[in-house]
Every structure is written in structure tokens, then in C-alpha cells.
């Protein structure tokens, strides 16, 4: 994808500089500004979308007492602050998005979030001695996350404190020399302000790498408290009524379905749907290949690695019979499984994939999905839950979501379990034989049958623009479920001993 | 409160044999349960009650191989399996009760919990060499929060999974030998095993102390596999369906509404409303009690000392402005806070405690509440949206929970702001002249000065009965705002220091 940058030169010369504001002038700036912000946040709540506020800023330009001051300003009912410091493992644990997913506001609502995606690539950048090529490729990230939020509704605004060095030595002066101000973290902020360059070029390579038309940074000089305050109100005011009013974030000028390239492969009919396995081969090759998944799981965990196992597929294909088949060979303390249906009303107040960040397993284990994110391009494309525009744009979100976990090291497995449409009308017909097999056969797998032309068009487009290298999808051959079990199977086995650097059970 | 016990006998002795059953009665057994069982798990879904299935036993009974089994034969769409081993920080750092709380089924749902309340209790009792009295201790709170969610429709089913020693050396030699099933666990299972008499008079203690008539423990024989697994699947699916039938839970035999016994003391008239402070004094006194609120924190933090602040008070009262002058003394870092209204859809598909687990604070952390699970005594209970059986028993629910918070070693401090009947006319006129406080004034806030009686006496009780020793309130003449607020933070800054051991500043 490609950005329009807003500028590549020094983004903090051009800024305005700070002018001082008299007492009264201020109480009453602020009395209008507050009542502007409020006005702003009950128009916001009737709409869909949602606001999220990022101050990022030097030490010492008062980043905290921003946050204290928006707190005052803003309602608190529909307001709320995340800072990303000092996480626990769950967050430390999980691909490092998890914590922004987690903090993401519900539509209507708006978050502040102290420092956000920002603080911690500009710590590397400094103590870590990164590069622009890693600042690139990190921005790259947050651009296509922001982005993302952006075609969903999501108003972003991003405020950068700024303070010269010389305005900074000032600052931290009066603060050591006020021991009513004076705090623990002052320490820090010495041996950062001794640092000022180095942050200073972290802090421009992150910021004029994501300071884009559609969500630019707002660079304010801090060095007078007034005028930030506010200066940071009045952006607050005027991004948020300005969005608003556009209510549905523009069209790009780039047309999204430019994104959405046909895929003329037909995947399915590749499958041989007659391969099977005798009953004894099945029964000796489920011992084998569960004992090694058995194994291998066991060495995932030892070594803290992640396993994301996606089971898509036709009702009535076996998905739930081939799960309980990889399940028997994990430990139940292990794994946990997550069926998923239509969003709940909680959840449709979210990005769509915010409900699968929750549940990727922590570190060492593994999450099962029956069903999952590619629901998008799937029920929701063929029963036109979603626009064309927002499941045309998927593909890609989908391929980055998949990367961010992968690049965090944790194995992705996803199957589709292909069977023929006879195998299909077979299996209904048997399951309303089975007590307890027939509550599985619902009105909806019948409606699901009468599509499946559109369906099979809709899985090989997904599978065609999804199949990537470090998460590739494994079209399982399911008229026979034995087969199909073990070839599951097999797969997983090959893919956690890759990453494991194994070469089978030799090593 | 008093607990009928079931029995005080050795409970592993009174189990019944298992039998053997052969591979086709077997089948035809299972065919007929798994139609029970998904049926009882569709009336289930009809009703506002959950179960909670909690699969204890000696090692090698089975406990994760029963667990699979239960997640085949019920439908996993209804259905999730937590257990509760190698916790991340999130669930250590806070009280130990938080990770049962996360792991609540919501109404129609079910939840198996691997070893659940109990595995944790039976370690320490043979590894800390824990005394009986401590094991009365742990099972008195595992018995209330039994019975708290008993009363709230949570089905709940208690199966110890037993081998005799004998038998379970037999177990542990049958799967040593069998390479495909020899796993990674079998190191601790042997060093348990010469544990044995240890693991069972723990266990007997925990378990003969919370085997009572609402909520009795099912010892199963686990020496052969086929009547261990039906005999579970058979408790479930009887337990379930009577529950059912019962519908609401019962009326205990000593009438409930006897745990209520109201409150003659007038708090609130005790109050001097008169008292307040000059601008200058207020000034000063508000720059020394956040500075040393500042450092306490701080200190708190570094000692892993969370804290709780809980507001409430009469609408107009002062409680956001108070707030406001409590986290301006706070590094935005270090704290959260959780504004209260009406519970979502969500949130009412559990206990009404819930909802305020999640934000309990992490290590160090402070969470303040604007409003709280008081509401439940206030506003519920003079709105009647609880019956008075729900609001009855809430205060002491409200009292345990607040326990497990201070044994944890949480500072609790909560505070009632208390003005005049006068006093909120003048405030609610005054806040319809200014801009950004009209939103403030709403119809609720009319019709609840209309009941001003009943809260009064609504907070009396609550007062009375739940200003426990280490969660005491803080009743805030409010009348002057300046006075209130300085009384807020003097009070949590005594708190803390108590919890920190110091005298003051001079530490």
C-alpha cells in the first residue's frame, strides 16, 4: 500500500511556536473549549464512530498532565486512558499489537492513549541502536494499523509535546527545584534529557514516517502550559466535529477494490476427494501422528512457542470430529477452543478482528479457531453481511494480522476441509439419523447448500490471496474423514517441526 | 454463616466400585447420553442459570482425559474449559479469586474447570505444610462463593476423579510403559504418587469442609475407564436437569431476608455540613496532601501495594471535581478509572459482582471507581431493579469481597459524599447556568431527589453494615467542596501510610 506522506523535512522547526496566554484569557478560552469538547463527545457518541488520542511528546513537555487536564475537560463516562508501560506478560507475551487491541475504543467512546504505538519503537530506536530500515519497517506496521482503524471509523488524532533542548533543561530544572513536583521519574528524565538528540532522531524517524494526510501528526510547542492546553483541546474539537461531519470516512482516491484482484485459480477442483485410508492404516497412524503432535506441543511450550490453529471448511465436512482428533493429543491445559459465531452485539461495537486479538493464545500455547476471521470473506461476502468495499480490504488485513503473528513467532495452521456436494447431502441425511447429531443440521445448512457455487468462488479467492508463505492454508481432502483427520495432522506436525528447527522425531 | 455438611466420614471410602462394562454396552450407553447431554445443554440455554463443572482427583484418574470427553459429548458452541495452571502475572498479581471470576460461564452457558478452586489449595496444603485451620479458612471462601453464585443460578458440579494407591501405581505403570502416551507430567505424577497419603488427607480436608447438601462433591472410582467416564457424563446431565426443573433456586431453609437486620443509626445527620475551609487554607493544604499522596503512591507502587478508591454520593454531590483533585496527584500510569452506570446486556449474563473484578487493580496499581458495586444497595434497591432477597444478601456479599481484596493486601478506601437537600437545589441551579455542566443535570436526577428519604435510609444500612475494619468509609461533609476534598485525600493518605507502616513523612 502506498502513503501519502505529509512532509519529510524536520516536522518539529515548522512548528508553531508556543505564545503566552493571560489567567482570564485562558478561564475563558477554556469555559468555551469545554463546552465545545462536550458538544464534540455527544455528537460522537450517536455516531459509529470512534476517537482515539495519542500523546506522545519529549520529556518533561507534560504528556501526563495533558492526560490529566482532557480527563477534567472531557466526560468521564465515555472516556477512557491506557497507558502501555510496565505491562504484565499477558501483553509481553502475545504479538506486540496485542496491548493496542486490547485498548481500543468502543465505537462512540473515546481513548487516550499515553504515548501509544509510538514510545516503545523510539525507546528501541535509542537504546537498542535500531535502524532507519527497522524505523520503516515498524512504521510500516503502525501506518497499515492505523489505516485499517481509519476505514473502520476510527478518528485518530496523534500530538506530539515538543520542547527544545534548551526548553527541556528549563522544564526539568523547575520541576527538581519544586518538591511539591518533584517525582520519581525524574531521574529518567535527566538521563533522557542527556540523550535529547538520539530521542530526537528516533522520534523524527517514527513521526515523518507516519505522518500522513489521512492522519497526521500535530507537532505543538509545549513550552508554555497554557497554550498547549489549549492548543490540544482545540485539535481534539476540530478533528473530531471534522470527521464527524464526513460521518463515512472518504472514499481514497485510489479505488479500495483496486485491491481485490480476481483469483482465476480453482483451488478446490485440484483436490482428489477419492484418496482414503483403510481402518487399520487409520488406526495405527492416528496413534503415531497424535503421539508426535503430542510431543511437539509439549517442545512448543518448553520453548514458548504459539500455535494458531484455524479450522474453516463446508458444514457437514468434519470439522469439529477432525478438531477433537488434534485436541486428544494436547494436553487440555494447553489449548483452549474458539467457536465462533456472529458477532454480539458487544462485538459489532469493534474492528472486526477485534475479537480475535483477545483470545491468541499467550506463550507456549496453543488457541483453536472453529471458524474465524475468515468469516469476512466468507458468510459475510456471500450473504453480503459486509459492503464489497470492507471484504474486498480484508484480504489484506487478514495477511497482515497473519504476519504480525507469524514475525511473533507463532506457527499458523489453517484448513479448509473440502468435501463434493453429494458427501455433503450424504452426511445431513445421516446426521438426522444420529440423536445427537441432530441438532447440527439447521435450517441455515440448508440455505448454506443452495449457495455453494458462490461459496466455492469465495474460497478460492480467499485461499488464493491468503495462502502465504509463513501462513499457508492446507486444503484437507474430506469425503473421507480418516483421511482427512490424519492429513490435519500430518500438517501440523510439519509445520510445528519447522519451527522448531526439528526434522522430524530424529532430533 | 452456617453450612450443613454432607458428611465429616472419610469421603474417598463411601464411593461406589466401579464395574466393568463391555465395549458394546459401552457404546449404547454413550449413544443415549450424548443425547441427554445435548439436550439438557439446549434446555440450559433457555434459562438464566450456568454450570460450572469442576474436575478434581489424584493424578492419573483422568482429569484431562475426562475433560476431552466432555468436550466431545457436549456441543462446544456452549462450552469453555479453563484451567488454571502456570498463570500469568495478570491473575497473580491480584487477589486469588480474580481467575475464577475471569473464567465465570455466562447464563446458558457451561464452564469445566480443570481442578478449579481446589488444586491450588490441596498444593499448598502438602507442600506448604498447611494447618487444618487453614484449610477451614480457604473453605469457608470457597464455600461462600459457591454459595453466592448458587443463589445467582450457577449450577455447580463437584467430581473427584479417586484411585486407591494401589490402583493409581497400576495407572502411572500402564501409561510409563506405554510410550505413546507417556508424557511430560509423568515426573510429578510418580513424586506424587509417593505423596499419596499427603495428596489425600489434603484433599479429604478441603473436600469433606465444602461437601454440603446445595453443593455436594461426587467421588467417582476412576479405575476403569468406561464407568468412570459415564458416571460423569450421567452426574452432569442429572444435575443439570433437575437444577432446571427447580428453576429458581430455591429458598433456603432460614429465611435469607434474616441476614438483613436493618441499621437504626442516622450516619449521615452525625455529619457536620457546616465545616469548611478558606481559599488560602484550602490552597496550601491541597499542594501538601497531593505532594504526599504523590510519594505514597509511588511507594506503593514499588512495594506492590494496589489500591481501591471507591466513590459514591448524592448526585450533585462533588464527586467527579473530588476525583479530579485525587488523580492529579496520581502519575497517569499508575491509574484507571471505572466510571459505573447501568450494567450492559453483557454484563447482566453474570453475577452482578463481575463486572468489577476484570478492573481490579494489577500490583501496585490504583483503580478508582465512580460508583461502584454499591449500587446494588442504592440504586437497585430503592429502584427495585433487585429483589429484596438480591439487595439483602448483597451486604454481605459486598463484605467478602472487599475481604478477599484486603487479605490480598489491597487498600480499600471508600468514600459516601454527604451534602444537604439544600445544598444539591443550589448545585443543580447552578450547573443549568454554566456551558459545559448542563449534560450534568438530567430527569434522573430530578426523580432521584424524589426519593431522597428512601436513599437516606438506603445509605444508612449500607453504611452500617458493610464499614468493615479494613474497608471502612469515609462519610465526606460535602457542602464545601474545598473541605470535602481535603478530607478525600487526607483520609487515603492515613490509609495508605497504615498500609505502609509509615507514621507519616517521616519515614
Known sequence: MEYELVTQEDVFHSMES????????????????????????????????????????????????????????????????HSFWDMAANATDRPYQWRYWQSLPKRGRIAIWFGGMYTDPIDKYVHER?????????????????????????????????????????RLKDLYENPQEHWRAMQDDWKHHNLYEHFSEAAEQ????????????????????????????????????KAIKLQAPKPRKKKIAL?????????????????????????????????????????????????????????????GSAIKRVT????????????????????????????????????????????????????????????????TRAYEEINEFEELLTSHGTVVCKFWLHISKDKQMDRFKKRLKVPYKRHKITEEDWRNREKWSQYETAVNDMIGLTNTPNAPWTIVAGNSKKFARIQILQSICRQLEQALGNSGDQS
Open 206 to 241: 517514527l513521526i515523518s514516517r507516519t505522518n500522513r494526510k489521512e492522519s497526521p501528526w500535530h507537532v505543538v510547542d509545549a513550552s508554555i502550559k497554557e497554550w498547549r492546553n489549549v492548543t490540544v483541546g482545540r485539535l481534539l474539537h476540530e478533528t473530531v466535529l
Open 130 to 170: 535500531r535502524h532507519p530500515e527497522w524505523a520503516e519497517e515498524i512504521s510500516r506496521e503502525i501506518r497499515f494499523f492505523e489505516n485499517m482503524l481509519r476505514e473502520d471509523g476510527t478518528i485518530q488524532i496523534k500530538i506530539w509535546l515538543h520542547l527544545t533542548k534548551g526548553a527541556q533543561h528549563r
Open 328 to 391: 486428544a493429543a494436547i494436553d487440555a491445559r494447553l489449548y483452549r477452543i474458539v467457536c465462533v459465531g456472529a458477532p454480539t452485539q458487544e462485538e459489532n461495537r469493534y474492528h472486526y478482528l477485534w475479537r480475535f486479538w483477545d483470545p491468541l493464545p499467550r506463550a507456549g500455547r496453543i488457541t483453536i479457531f472453529d471458524r474465524s476471521w475468515y468469516g469476512r470473506v466468507l458468510v459475510e461476502r456471500v450473504e453480503k453481511f459486509a459492503e464489497e468495499k470492507e471484504w
Open 259 to 319: 485491491k481485490f484482484s480476481k483469483v482465476e485459480r480453482d483451488y478446490l477442483s485440484e483436490v482428489d476427494l477419492d484418496q482414503k485410508l483403510d481402518t487399520e492404516v487409520y488406526e495405527q497412524a492416528l496413534i503415531t501422528w497424535q503421539g508426535r503432535l503430542h510431543r511437539l506441543f509439549w517442545e512448543a511450550y518448553d520453548r514458548n512457542i504459539s500455535t494458531v490453529l484455524t479450522f474453516e471448511g463446508w458444514d457437514a465436512a468434519g470439522k
Open 18 to 81: 508556543a505564545k503566552s496566554i493571560g489567567r482570564k484569557a485562558y478561564d475563558e478560552l477554556v469555559t468555551h473549549l469545554r463546552a465545545d469538547l462536550l458538544e464534540a463527545q455527544r455528537a460522537l457518541e450517536a455516531t459509529s464512530q470512534s476517537v482515539i488520542i495519542t500523546i506522545g511528546g519529549v520529556d518533561g513537555a507534560g504528556k501526563g498532565e495533558v492526560i490529566q487536564i482532557l480527563n477534567e475537560w472531557l466526560d468521564p463516562r465515555g472516556l477512557d486512558t
